[in-house]
C-alpha cells in the first residue's frame, strides 16, 4: 500500500523534474501535477482506510497505517487537495506580480510534492525516531517553500522557523534517546517502536518516562507552535504565500500534536501520566493565554490567524492532556474542524493580498465592492474559528471545557476568559475593517473559478459539520480512542 | 572488547577537550578559526565514539565515528568555507546578552546546573560508567550551543553554535547508542542538509535576491533552468 | 400531535425564510421581502396559539426534534413559564413583522433589507427556542445564534462610524455573558453530570454560590442589569427601530427567562441570593431612570428605560427569593407574578415605544428631542400610541404598568411580616428608592411626550414631518390595546388563572371613572359656557412667542439634574465675555450642563486599558529578532531541565 | 348600590366643602397680613363666575389641553372616593388601596404637567419642569409614610386604617406625632403651599402649580380649581382621618353619617386655619432646598419605622 504512494509520489516527481519537457504554461503544467498527485494521495487514503486492516505494519514495523494514522492522512490530503486547486489561480497571478520567478516554480512545486509525501509518511510512522527525521523534513521542505518568494523577509523568516524549530527538535532526540535506553533497561532489547512502547510502558520507570517525555516534547512542541517554541510560527505563516501557510497551519501543526498525542497514549499506560497532564495542560493554558493576549492589537489579518492557530493548539495540548475518552474524542474532531476552518481564513486572506498587494487591514477598502467572498469568508471564518454555533469549533469548544470541569473549575474560567480576549481581537479587526470605504478606487481583481470553488466548498463543509455529526466519523473517532488505549 | 581504565581517563580528557572548545567557540571572533575549532570538536568526538567501541566493541559505533569526520570534519566545514568565501565576511565581533565571560560563567553555571538535574534520574537507567558524565557534557554542551547562537551575531556563528549543539546532543546519544545504525545515518544526514539549508539562507540576508536564487537553484542542481 | 404541527411549521417557516432570504441576499426584491414578512407574522401567530394553550391549560409540551450526538440534543420541553415567554416573544415578534412591512423599506441598501430580513427570522426563531430547550447545549447554542443575529442587526447602518462603536461594543459584551453562562452550565454539568435541565442538588454551598454568580452575571449582562449595562443604550440607539423594539421588548426578557428558571427552578436559592438580587434590582432601576432623564436622544432614553423595568422585574424576583426563603408563599407568589407580569407589560409598552419612535424618527430624521416638538398635530395617531406607551410606563392607572408595579408595591407594604429587623430596613429603603423611580418615570415621559409631540415644531424637520403608512400604525395599535386591556381587566385575568391577588378592581375602577366623566362632562354641557375663541400663547407681554422660546428638554431636566447632582457628578461649565473692564455689560459666552459617565469612566475603560496594555507588553515579545526567539527557548529549556531535576 | 350611596354622598359632600376650607385658609393668611381678606364664599363665587366665562386656547395647543381638565377633575373625584369622610364603607373593588389613591392623583398631575407644556410658554413649561421635580423627590417620602402607617396599622388599605385609627386611638401613640408632622409636610407639599410653592403669586418665577393652569381659562379653570381644591380636601381628610378619627363611622345611618360630616368640617376648619398660620410664618424657600424639607419628612417617617422596630 504505502509502495503505492512512494511510487505515484515519484513518478509525478519524475513528471515534474523532467527537463526537456517544458510547456509554455508551465505554471499551470506543474499544478495540475500537483492536484494529480494530491487527489491520488486522497483516493488511496481512502482505500488504505477501507481495505487495509488496523493497524498493519509495514518495511520491518518502522511504518504503521491504523486509523489515527489514516485520519491524519485523510485531513492533510483533503487540505492539499484544496491547496492544490486554490494554488492554480493563485500561483499564476503570483507569477504575473512577479512576485515568484518562473524559474522558481519547478521549486516551488517539486517542494510542494515532497512535502506532501513527507507528511502522509510522517503520519504512518510507527518508529518514532524516523517520525522525527520526517519532522525534521517537514522544517525543510516548508522553509524552501517560504523562501522560494522575492522578498528579503521571507528569508528572514524562514531563518527563524529553522532555528527555533530546529534547535529545540535537538533536545527531543535527546528526549528519544533516554527514552530508548529505558525501553532497553525495561526489556533487554532498546526500541522506539510506538507499538511495542505501548505494550511495555506499563513496566516503565514513571519518573524516567517524565524526564524522557519532557524532552521529547520540547521538539514537538516547537513544530506544534507552543508557547514558548512557538516564536516562529506568526512571521513563517504571515510571509509564506497564503497556499503555503494553508498548508503550514492547517496541516504541519497538526504532525506535532499528533506526536504529542501518540506520546501521551504511550504515557497513558505508565503511572506518570499525572505529572505528564499536568505538563501538558500547563503549557495549553500557557500557550492560549500568551496568543489570545497577543491577538488583541494585530493588524495584519495573516498574523492574528496565526495567532489563533497557536491558541487552537494550546487549546488541543489541554484536550490531550485531559486524557479522558471523551476529550480526545473531541480533540480529533477539533483538529478537523480547524483545519478546515484554517484553511477557509487563509483561503480568503489570500484573495484579499492579491487584491491590495498587502495583509494590513486599514489597506483594505471596500471589500465587499471588491471581493465579496473573501470578506465573508474572512467574516464567516472569524465567527467559526471563535467558536460560535453552526460551526463545529463550537461543539469541540464546548465538549472539551466541559471535560475540563472535572480537572479544574477555575483553569476553565481562565481559559473561557482567554476565549473572551481572543473574540474580542477578531471582533475589533473585522468591525474596523469590514465597512470601511476608501476614496481612491481599486480596480476589482477577477478571482478565478479554481480560486473560488475551494472557499465554497469549505463554507458548505464547515456548516455541514458544525450541524451534522456523519456516523462515520463517530465511528472513525470512537475507534481511534480506543487504540489508543483510553 | 579491551576493558582498561585508562580508556575512561582517555574518555575524560576528551570531555574537556569537547568543553574547551565549546569555550573557544563561544569567544572567537575570527571565523575561519571559528571553523576550525568546530572540525577539531568534529574530531574530538569521533574519538570519544572510537574509544567507546575501543571498549565495548559495536560495530555502529565505529561507523559513527567514521560518519562523524565525514560529515562534520569535511562535508560541512567545507560548504561553510565556500559560503563565506562568496560572502566575504572575515569576523564577528558584536556580543549580545553575554559578554563571552558572562557566557563561559553560565556555561559553566549550566554544567553544574545539568549535572545536579541528571543525577536524580540517568545513574539508574545505564549501567555504563562513562554514561553519566557523558550525558552530562553532552546536554551542557548543546546548551552551550545554544547560547552561541544566541549571543553572537553573525549567521555563520549562529550555524556554528547549531552544530556544536548536534555535537553534544550526538555525545549524548554515544553512550546509549544502538539506536539503529539506519536511524543515526538517517539524522545525521537531515541535520546535513538542514545546516546547508541554513548557510544557503544566512547567505541570502548578506546578498541580493537574485544572487540567492541562483545559490539555492545550485544547491538544489537538478531544479535549474 | 396539533402542537407539534404548529411548533414545527413555525420553525419550518422561519428557518426556511431565514435561508432563502440568505441565499437570495442580492436578488429578492421588495415583494419577496414583503411575502416573508407576512410569512413570519403568520409563523408568530402559531407559535402565539401554541404557547397560549399551553398558558391557558397549564399543561407541557416536549418534542426531541434531533441528536447532533447521542449526548448534544436539540430537545424542548416547554413548560407553562417557558410558553408564557413564548406568548411574549412571539407577541411582540408578530407585531414587529407587522411594522417592518411599512418601515423596512424607508432605508439601507436592497441587499441590506434582506440580510435584516433573514436576520430577524433567524434572531425571532432562535429566542423562541432558547425558551423551549429542555437542555443547556441547546440553550447555548440558540442564545449564541440569538447574539449573533442581533449583533448582525445592529450593525445595519455599518457605514456610520458610532453604530461600528455600539455593535464592536455590544459583541464584547455578549460574548463576555456567553462566557459567564458557559461557566455556570459546565459547572452544573460537572455537578450533575448531564447537559439536561435539573434541580442541582448535594453540591456545596460555596460552589452553588459561584454558579449563582456566574449565572447572575451572564444573564445580567443580557438583561442590561447595572453594573453591566452599558451595552443597552449603545446598541439599542444604533439598531433600526424595529429591531431595538424586539431587543428591549424581547431579548433582554430572554435573560429574565433564564434567571428565574435557573434561580427558581434549577438552583435551590440561598437568602443572600435574594437580597443581592434585590439590591442589584434597585439600583437598576434607580439609576436606569436617573440616566433616561438626562438623555436627549429619544432611543438612548427608552433604551435606560428598559435598564429600569429590567430593574424592576429583578425587584420581583429578589422579594420571591427572600420571601420564598422565609416561607411566606403567598407574598412569594405575588413578587413572582408581579415580575413576569411586569416581563409582559414591559414588553408590550416598551416596543410600542419604540415602534412610534421609529415612527417619529422616519419623519423628522433626527433622534434629539430637542429638535422635535408640535408632531401631534401632523402626526396625531402616532402621537396617542405614543401617550398611550407613556402611560403605561408611567404606571398610571387604569394600564398595565400600574398592575404590575402596584403588586410590586403591595409585596413591599406587606413585608414588615418578616422578622429580621435588618432586611426589613433593606426592604424599605428598597421601597421608597422603587417609589423614586415610578415617579421620576413619570416626569422622564412627560418630558418625553411634552417636548417631542406638545408645543410649536423647534426645527424645520419637525414642521414638515407627515404621519406614517397603515402598517406603522397598526401595529403600535395592536399593542397599545393589549396595554389598556391587560390593565382593565388584569384582576379577571389572574382570578380565572385562579391566583386572587390583592389588587384592585380596575374594571370596576374604570367604570367608575368613565361614569364620573360623563357626569363632569353633562353637567359642563349644561352648566358650563360652551363657546371657546383661539388666541396665541399670553408670553407676558412678548410682542410674538415663537419656538425658541418654548421650554427645552435640557432645561426641564435641569432641577432633577440639580437635585441629584452627587449621582451625575454633574459639572456645569460656563464662560462670559463683557463689552467693557466693569464685566457689566454681557456680550457673549458658553455654558454647558457635563454628566459622569460613571461606569463608563470607571469600570469599562480602566478595565479594557489594562487588558490593552497587557497585550501590548505580551505581543511585543514577539516582534524582535532570532536571537531572542532562540533565549526564549533556551531560558525555558534551563527552567524545563530545573524543574524536571525539581520536581519529579 | 350601598357603594353607590355612599359615593353619591362622599363626592358631593367633599365637593361642597372643598372650596369652603380653600377661601378660610386664605382669610387667615390676609389677617395674619392685617388685612381683611376675601368672604369665607370667596370661591364658590369665583367658581360660577368662571364657569359662565369662554375658553381661550393658544395656537401651539393640542387636544392635550382640552382633555386634561376633564381628567383632572375625574381623577381627583374618583381618589376622593378613596378617602371616606361621611362614614366608612364597606370594601369594595381594593377603592381605599394606597397606592391607587396616590397613583390617581399622579395621573392627574402627569396630565396637568403635559398640558402645562402644551402652549409652548416659558411659564408653563418651568411649573411642570417643577412640579414634576417636586413630586417625584416627595413621592418616596410618602410611600415611607405609608409604609410606617401599614407598619403601624399592620394594612395598606386606606379604609381599614381609618377603621383601626377609629377604634384605637392613635393620639396617645408615640409613633403618631412623627408621622402627623410627615403627614403635615406632604400636606403642604401636594396642596402647592408655601415653602413649597406660592399660590398668591401670578407672575413670579417662584410659581409652580398657578404656571401649570396659566393658559387655562373660562370653565377649564373652574374644573382646574375645584379639583385642585378637592385634591386639598382629601389629603386634610387622610391627616384627620389618622390621626384624629373621632366623629367618623363605620356604621352608616342618618346620625352618625350627619355626625361625621359635621365633625369633619370642623376639624377640617382648625387643619385649615393651622395651615394658613403655617403659611404665613414661614417664606417661599428656594427651589433647591426643598428636598432637605423632604429629607426631614423622610427621616421623621423611617424613624417611626425604626420605632416600630424597636417596640
Known amino acids: ?94 507569477v504575473e506580480l512577479h512576485d515568484i520567478e518562473v524559474r522558481e516554480l519547478r521549486l516551488f512545486y517539486a517542494a510542494y510534492n515532497l512535502l506532501l509525501i513527507v507528511v502522509v509518511f510522517a503520519f504512518y510512522c510507527n518508529n518514532l525516531a524516523l517520525f522525527w527525521i520526517l519532522l525534521e523534513l517537514t522544517t525543510i521542505l516548508s522553509a524552501v517553500l517560504i523562501v522560494t518568494l522575492n522578498a528579503k523577509e521571507n528569508i528572514v523568516a524562514a531563518l527563524k522557523y529553522v532555528f527555533t524549530a530546529s534547535t529545540a527538535m535537538l533536545f527531543s532526540i535527546i528526549g528519544l534517546i533516554i527514552l530508548f535506553a529505558l525501553t532497553k533497561q525495561a526489556t533487554g532489547v532498546g526500541t522506539l517502536n510506538w507499538d511495542v512502547l505501548m505494550q511495555q510502558a506499563a513496566s516503565m520507570s514513571p519518573r524516567l518516562f517524565t524526564f524522557a517525555f519532557v524532552f521529547i516534547f520540547i521538539g514537538f512542541a516547537a513544530k506544534a507552535g507552543i508557547v514558548p517554541f512557538h516564536t516562529w510560527l506568526p512571521q513563517a505563516h504571515a510571509k509564506a504565500p497564503s497556499v503555503i501557510s494553508v498548508l503550514l497551519s492547517a496541516v504541519l501543526l497538526n504532525i506535532g500534536i499528533f506526536g504529542v498525542l501518540r506520546l501521551y497514549a504511550v504515557a497513558h499506560q505508565t503511572a506518570a501520566w499525572h505529572d505528564v497532564s499536568l505538563i501538558l495542560i500547563g503549557f495549553g493554558v500557557l500557550t492560549i493565554a500568551v496568543a489570545a493576549l497577543s491577538m488583541l492589537p494585530r493588524g495584519n489579518v495573516k498574523k492574528l490567524v496565526a495567532f489563533s492557530s497557536i491558541e487552537h493548539m494550546g487549546f488541543l495540548l489541554v484536550g490531550i492532556g485531559l486524557g479522558t475518552p471523551l476529550a480526545l474524542f473531541w480533540v480529533l474532531f477539533h483538529i478537523l474542524a480547524h483545519a478546515l476552518v484554517k484553511t477557509l481564513l487563509f483561503f480568503s486572506a489570500g484573495i484579499l493580498h492579491q487584491q491590495y498587494h498587502s495583509n494590513q487591514f486599514e489597506d483594505m477598502k471596500d471589500v465587499f465592492t471588491l471581493q465579496p467572498l473573501a470578506a465573508w469568508g474572512l467574516i464567516v471564518g472569524s465567527m467559526a474559528i471563535i467558536g460560535v454555533p453552526i460551526f463545529p469549533v463550537f461543539l469541540s469548544k464546548l465538549n472539551i471545557l466541559t471535560e475540563l470541569a472535572d480537572y479544574s473549575l477555575p483553569v476553565l474560567f481562565i481559559i473561557l476568559l482567554c476565549f473572551l480576549i481572543v473574540a474580542a481581537a477578531f471582533a475589533v479587526i473585522l468591525i474596523r475593517t469590514i465597512p470601511q470605504t476608501g476614496e481612491i478606487k481599486h480596480e476589482p481583481y477577477r478571482v478565478s473559478v479554481s480560486m473560488k470553488l475551494p472557499i465554497m466548498f469549505l463554507f458548505a463543509g464547515i456548516v455541514i459539520l458544525g450541524v451534522y455529526f456523519p456516523g462515520g466519523l463517530h465511528n472513525m473517532l470512537v475507534g481511534i480512542v480506543n487504540s489508543l488505549g483510553f | 572488547m579491551i576493558n582498561l581504565p585508562v580508556l575512561d581517563d582517555i574518555t575524560k580528557i576528551l570531555f574537556v577537550l569537547v568543553l574547551a572548545t565549546a569555550a573557544l567557540i563561544i569567544t572567537i571572533r575570527t571565523l575561519t578559526s571559528l571553523l576550525n575549532i568546530y572540525s577539531i570538536q568534529s574530531w574530538v568526538i569521533a574519538a570519544v565514539a572510537f574509544v567507546l567501541y575501543l571498549k565495548n566493541g559495536s560495530i555502529v559505533l565505529l561507523l559513527l565515528a567514521i560518519l562523524t569526520i565525514a560529515s562534520k570534519a569535511f562535508l560541512v566545514p567545507f560548504v561553510m568555507r565556500r559560503i563565506q568565501k562568496s560572502m566575504h565576511i572575515k569576523r564577528d565581533l558584536e556580543f549580545r546578552y553575554l559578554t563571552p565571560i558572562g557566557s563561559i560563567l553560565v556555561g559553566t553555571a549550566m554544567i553544574f546546573l545539568v549535572y545536579w538535574s541528571f543525577s536524580q534520574f540517568l545513574p539508574e537507567l545505564s549501567s555504563e560508567t562513562m554514561f553519566f558524565p557523558g550525558a552530562v557534557i553532552g546536554v551542557s554542551l548543546a546548551l552551550m550551543g545554544m547560547m552561541v547562537i544566541f549571543t553572537r551575531k553573525q549567521m555563520i556563528t549562529k550555524i556554528l553554535g547549531y552544530l556544536t549543539m548536534e555535537n553534544g546532543v550526538l555525545l549524548f546519544s554515544l553512550f546509549v547508542a544502538e539506536l539503529s545504525f539506519i536511524i543515526e545515518l538517517l539524522i545525521i544526514l537531515d541535520l546535513v542538509m538542514l545546516i546547508v539549508l541554513a548557510t544557503v539562507l544566512a547567505f541570502g540576508i548578506d546578498t541580493s535576491i537574485d544572487e540567492f536564487h541562483d545559490k539555492l537553484n545550485s544547491f538544489t542542481l537538478w531544479f535549474k533552468e | 400531535m396539533m402542537m407539534n404541527l404548529l411548533f414545527v411549521c413555525g420553525l419550518c417557516v422561519f428557518f426556511g425564510l431565514a435561508l432563502a432570504q440568505i441565499v437570495f441576499v442580492t436578488k429578492a426584491s421588495a415583494v419577496v421581502r414583503r411575502f416573508s414578512l407576512w410569512a413570519m407574522l403568520l409563523a408568530s401567530i402559531l407559535f402565539l396559539a401554541f404557547s397560549l394553550n399551553i398558558v391557558l391549560h397549564n399543561s407541557t409540551f416536549s418534542l426531541n426534534l434531533y441528536e447532533l450526538t447521542n449526548d448534544l440534543r436539540f430537545s424542548f420541553l416547554v413548560d407553562r413559564l417557558a410558553a408564557y415567554f413564548m406568548l411574549i416573544i412571539s407577541l411582540v415578534s408578530g407585531v414587529a413583522c407587522l411594522y417592518s412591512l411599512g418601515y423596512i423599506e424607508h432605508n439601507g441598501t436592497n441587499t441590506g433589507k434582506n440580510f435584516l430580513v433573514a436576520m430577524m427570522s433567524l434572531f425571532i426563531i432562535s429566542m423562541l427556542l432558547i425558551v423551549a430547550s429542555d437542555n443547556t447545549f441547546s440553550f447555548l447554542f440558540f442564545w449564541e445564534i440569538m447574539s449573533l443575529t442581533s449583533f448582525f442587526m445592529v450593525l445595519f447602518e455599518r457605514e456610520k462610524p458610532d453604530t461600528r462603536k455600539s455593535a464592536l461594543f455590544y459583541f464584547v459584551m455578549t460574548q463576555m455573558s456567553t462566557v459567564f453562562l458557559m461557566f455556570g452550565f459546565i459547572a452544573i454539568h460537572h455537578a450533575t453530570g448531564s447537559f439536561d435541565i435539573g434541580s442541582v442538588t448535594g453540591v456545596s454551598p460555596f460552589f452553588k454560590g459561584a454558579v449563582f454568580l456566574s449565572l447572575f452575571i451572564g444573564f445580567g449582562i443580557k438583561a442590561g442589569i447595572m453594573p453591566f449595562h452599558k451595552w443597552l443604550p449603545y446598541a439599542h440607539s444604533a439598531s433600526p427601530s424595529n429591531i431595538s423594539a424586539l431587543m428591549s421588548g424581547v431579548m433582554i426578557k430572554v435573560a429574565i427567562y433564564g434567571l428565574v428558571r435557573y434561580l427558581v427552578f434549577v438552583l435551590t436559592p440561598d437568602r443572600w441570593w435574594g437580597v443581592m438580587v ?140 418578616i422578622g429580621n429587623p435588618f432586611l426589613k430596613i433593606i426592604l424599605f429603603l428598597g421601597l421608597s428608592l422603587f417609589a423614586l423611580t415610578s415617579a421620576l418615570a413619570a416626569a422622564c415621559f412627560v418630558k418625553a411626550f411634552g417636548l417631542i409631540f406638545l408645543a410649536a415644531p423647534r426645527s424645520e424637520e419637525a414642521r414638515k414631518a407627515k404621519e406614517v403608512s397603515t402598517s406603522m400604525i397598526a401595529a403600535p395599535a395592536i399593542l397599545a390595546i393589549g396595554c389598556l386591556l391587560l390593565g382593565v381587566f388584569s384582576f379577571q385575568l389572574f382570578s380565572s388563572q385562579g391566583y386572587t391577588l390583592p389588587i384592585p378592581n380596575l374594571m370596576v375602577i374604570g367604570l367608575v371613572l368613565i361614569i364620573t366623566l360623563a357626569l363632569v362632562w353633562l353637567f359642563m354641557r349644561l352648566v358650563g359656557n360652551k363657546n371657546s375663541r383661539k388666541s396665541e400663547t399670553w408670553g407676558c407681554g412678548i410682542i410674538s412667542q415663537n419656538s425658541k422660546m418654548e421650554y427645552t428638554a435640557s432645561g426641564f431636566s435641569e432641577p432633577i439634574l440639580t437635585i441629584f447632582r452627587p449621582i451625575y457628578r454633574t459639572r456645569k461649565k460656563s464662560e462670559r465675555n463683557f463689552n467693557d473692564a466693569g464685566k457689566s455689560i454681557f456680550k457673549d459666552g458658553t455654558a454647558e450642563i457635563q454628566t459622569f459617565k460613571l461606569f463608563e469612566e470607571r469600570i469599562y475603560i480602566p478595565v479594557a486599558n489594562f487588558v490593552q496594555k497587557l497585550s501590548n507588553i505580551i505581543s511585543n515579545l514577539h516582534d524582535v529578532d532570532l536571537d531572542t526567539y532562540i533565549l526564549y527557548s533556551f531560558i525555558a529549556v534551563v527552567i524545563l531541565i530545573l524543574a524536571v531535576g525539581w520536581l519529579i | ?78 381618589a376622593s372616593l378613596c378617602v371616606p369622610v361621611v362614614y366608612i364603607p364597606a370594601q369594595i373593588a381594593g377603592f381605599g388601596s394606597i397606592i391607587l389613591f396616590l397613583y390617581l392623583l399622579v395621573f392627574a398631575k402627569f396630565f396637568m404637567a403635559l398640558a402645562g407644556l402644551d402652549a409652548g410658554s416659558t411659564f408653563g413649561g418651568m411649573g411642570s419642569s417643577r412640579e414634576m421635580t417636586v413630586s417625584a423627590v416627595i ?43 410627615s403627614l403635615f409636610i406632604i400636606l403642604i407639599v401636594e396642596t402647592a403651599r408655601i415653602p413649597v410653592d406660592n399660590p398668591e403669586t401670578h407672575l413670579e418665577l417662584t410659581m409652580i402649580h398657578e404656571a401649570m393652569i396659566l393658559e387655562y381659562s373660562g370653565s377649564d379653570l373652574a374644573m382646574m380649581e375645584m379639583s385642585h381644591a378637592v385634591k386639598q380636601t382629601i389629603l386634610m381628610a387622610v391627616f384627620i382621618n389618622i390621626l384624629i378619627p373621632w366623629g367618623l363611622t363605620s356604621a352608616p345611618n342618618a346620625l352618625t353619617v350627619s355626625i361625621s360630616a359635621v365633625t369633619f368640617i370642623i376639624k377640617g376648619m382648625v387643619l385649615a386655619v393651622a395651615v394658613g398660620f403655617f403659611e404665613s410664618m414661614f417664606a417661599k424657600s428656594r427651589l433647591f432646598r426643598l428636598p432637605n424639607l423632604f429629607m426631614l419628612a423622610f427621616f421623621f417617617s423611617f424613624s417611626t419605622i425604626l420605632f416600630e422596630l424597636l417596640k
Open chain 1, 1 to 94: 500500500m504505502l509502495l503505492a504512494y512512494i511510487i505515484s509520489g515519484l513518478v509525478i516527481m519524475g513528471f515534474m523534474l523532467l527537463r526537456f519537457f517544458a510547456p509554455a504554461r508551465r505554471a499551470d503544467y506543474l499544478n495540475s501535477l500537483a492536484i494529480a498527485q494530491s487527489a491520488i494521495f486522497l483516493i488511496l487514503s481512502i482505500a488504505s482506510l477501507i481495505y487495509i486492516p488496523q493497524p498493519s505494519f509495514f518495511f520491518s514495523r518502522y511504518l504503521m497505517i491504523d486509523q489515527l494514522a489514516v485520519y491524519g492522512a485523510l485531513i492533510s490530503c483533503g487540505i492539499f487537495l484544496l491547496a492544490s486547486f486554490y494554488a492554480r489561480g493563485y500561483v499564476r497571478r503570483l
Open chain 3, 278 to 417: 434585590l439590591i442589584f434590582g434597585t439600583f437598576s432601576a434607580v439609576l436606569g431612570v436617573i440616566y433616561a432623564l438626562k438623555e436627549h436622544d429619544i432611543k438612548k432614553l427608552l433604551a435606560y428605560h428598559s435598564i429600569e423595568n429590567i430593574g424592576i422585574i429583578v425587584i420581583g424576583i429578589g422579594l420571591y427569593l427572600i420571601f420564598q426563603s422565609y416561607g411566606f408563599t403567598d407574598l412569594a407568589t405575588l413578587a413572582l407574578i408581579a415580575a413576569l407580569f411586569h416581563s409582559l407589560n414591559h414588553a408590550l409598552f416598551k416596543s410600542l415605544l419604540f415602534l412610534t419612535t421609529g415612527s417619529v424618527i422616519n419623519a423628522t430624521g433626527t433622534r434629539n428631542i430637542e429638535k422635535m416638538g408640535g408632531l401631534i398635530k401632523v402626526m396625531p395617531y402616532t402621537g396617542i400610541l405614543f401617550l398611550i406607551g407613556a402611560v403605561s410606563i408611567a404606571a398610571l392607572p387604569p394600564f398595565n404598568g400600574f398592575v404590575s408595579e402596584l403588586m410590586i408595591f403591595q409585596a413591599f407594604l406587606q413585608s414588615f411580616v
Open chain 4, 1 to 78: 348600590m350601598s357603594f353607590i350611596i355612599y359615593a353619591l354622598l362622599n363626592t358631593a359632600f367633599v365637593m361642597l366643602i372643598s372650596p369652603l376650607f380653600v377661601s378660610l385658609i386664605k382669610k387667615v393668611k390676609a389677617y395674619t397680613q392685617g388685612r381683611q381678606g376675601p368672604p369665607l364664599l370667596q370661591t364658590y363665587y369665583m367658581l360660577l363666575k368662571l364657569l359662565k366665562k369662554e375658553r381661550v386656547y393658544s395656537d401651539n395647543t393640542s387636544l392635550i389641553m382640552r382633555i386634561t381638565p376633564y381628567i383632572n377633575i375625574v381623577c381627583v373625584l374618583v
Open chain 4, 139 to 181: 413621592e418616596p417620602v410618602i410611600i415611607i409614610v405609608f409604609a410606617a402607617l401599614g407598619l403601624l396599622l399592620k394594612t395598606t388599605n386606606l379604609y381599614d386604617m381609618f377603621t383601626t385609627s377609629l377604634n384605637s386611638s392613635l393620639f396617645i401613640n408615640p409613633s403618631t406625632l412623627l408621622i402627623s408632622l
